[in-house]
């Protein structure tokens, strides 16, 4: 449709049943997505007043809920894809570039004839850009090129993968105008994270890519990561009396990729003395009986980290079977088991070259304060600095989000709703 039918389609509610199934249905919620959709056609068109036939699409960001570090070593994740998303207002040309202009960020320019990995743009959003295409192109996909204007409020930092949800979104835009619709959510994300890995220069698992391109709260088993086994659950949590809170604790990344990548590398390191890349190539048992031999030849954390992996592994699935039979209770302590293994055997709440900076711990201590015996708090994410999850009664939410933004600033404590859809075109 042209920018005055877009516009006149939000402003006057003909999308609310969309924006409805993507951030839920108070009144409130959609006057703000009515508003944030208009908005951008209107900067879209600014940028690009040549541009006349608009295309829409949304792609999440994600929660990670339990499987704390398993996927990088082919393991069992739970997560969900959240209300926080990204946009993207597009229009599709014959130029053989893609031009995307993000809010905040000067416009990435890729040339669609050279998609070979560019150095200089390793870190930056033009190389995940151009990754996805190069993929695309790979599978025999032409993309000949468009001009977008994409906004998200999956803040960058907030330890809900803003990277993932750009990912999937340029993904989503490629698959369903070029490709109708053919890779689908699996290999979208698998797409994202090639980008990510051989692109941007970021080794990751897949987690976060599948959970937003997928959709939904899922459970995903990565034993076969061609082919990762995928189930998903319709547990609304806000019906059952519990709202998915994630606070920003304000902790800065910087300086932290060591720390990040020795997770991984202790992991496989453990893994070579049995022969194998991954830890779960290892059989539980075989690992357990050889922890004694393993003393010594690997780093203690290195072990106490494999422990926490075969250990978290099994957690997710048992998370998994309990929401399936609806039994909170045992769920919330498995989350509760989740947060003191990654506490004490991960060892991912803070950086020990910065042991005062410690606003992880300090934020479940507070919030465990403030539960008591009801709901859960982990470590989410990545950890070192960032987020943390709490799963926080209705009743006492508002006063929970009060609690942690005394603590943390105005505005750190998201108050998340499970979003039933992944990458989104508003066109199907």
Not at 67 to 92: E, K, R, Y
Not at 186 to 200: C, H, P
Not at 256 to 282: C, H, N, W
Not at 319 to 324: P, S
Request: aromatic fraction near 10%.
């Amino acid at each position: 449709m042209k920018a005055t039918e877009w516009t006149e389609a939000f402003a006057s509610g003909k999308m609310d049943d969309k924006l409805s199934l993507l951030y839920g249905n108070a009144k409130a919620t959609l006057e703000q997505q009515r508003q944030r959709y208009v908005d951008a056609i209107q900067a879209f068109t600014e940028l690009y007043p040549e541009r006349e036939d608009l295309y829409i699409y949304s792609a999440p960001g994600r929660t990670e809920v339990g499987g704390n570090h398993t996927d990088h070593q082919h393991g069992c994740v739970l997560a969900a894809a959240v209300n926080l998303d990204a946009i993207a207002i597009v229009s599709f040309h014959e130029d053989q570039v893609i031009r995307l202009k993000s809010a905040n960020y000067p416009q990435d320019v890729v040339d669609l004839t050279d998609l070979s990995v560019h150095l200089a743009e390793m870190g930056k959003s033009a190389a995940l850009i151009r990754g996805i295409a190069a993929r695309f192109a790979e599978m025999g996909v032409s993309v000949s090129g468009f001009d977008a204007y994409t906004t998200s409020s999956v803040l960058s930092g907030s330890g809900l993968s803003s990277s993932a949800a750009f990912e999937v979104l340029v993904g989503t835009i490629i698959d369903q105008y070029y490709n109708e619709g053919k890779a689908g959510a699996v290999e979208i994300a698998k797409i994202g994270q090639y980008a990510e890995n051989r692109y941007f220069g970021k080794g990751s698992g897949l987690m976060d890519q599948m959970v937003s391109s997928v959709g939904g709260f899922v459970y995903i088993d990565f034993a076969d990561v061609e082919n990762p086994k995928i189930q998903q659950h319709n547990l609304d949590f806000e019906h059952a009396g519990y709202h998915i809170c994630i606070t920003d604790t304000k902790g800065s990344h910087a300086d932290l990729t060591e720390d990040y990548v020795s997770i991984p590398q202790e992991m496989k390191q453990v893994a070579e003395q049995f022969g194998k890349q991954y830890l779960r190539e290892v059989e539980p048992a075989e690992f357990f009986d050889a922890i004694p031999k393993l003393h010594g030849v690997c780093s203690d954390r290195a072990i106490m980290r494999a422990v926490h992996f075969f250990d978290e592994n099994r957690r997710a699935l048992l998370e998994n079977n309990a929401l399936a039979a609806d039994n909170l209770d045992f769920f919330f302590d498995l989350v509760r088991q989740s947060g003191d293994s990654s506490a004490n055997l991960l060892q991912n709440l803070y950086s020990c070259r910065k042991p005062t900076e410690q606003g992880i711990p300090f934020g479940i201590m507070m919030s465990k304060r403030f539960l008591g015996k009801s709901g859960a708090v982990r470590v989410h994410g990545g950890g070192f600095a960032g987020t943390i999850q709490a799963f926080v009664p209705t009743k006492v939410t508002e006063d929970y989000v009060k609690e942690m933004e005394a603590l943390f600033g105005a505005g750190s404590c998201y108050v998340l709703r499970i979003r039933p859809v992944g990458g989104f075109s508003f066109q199907a």
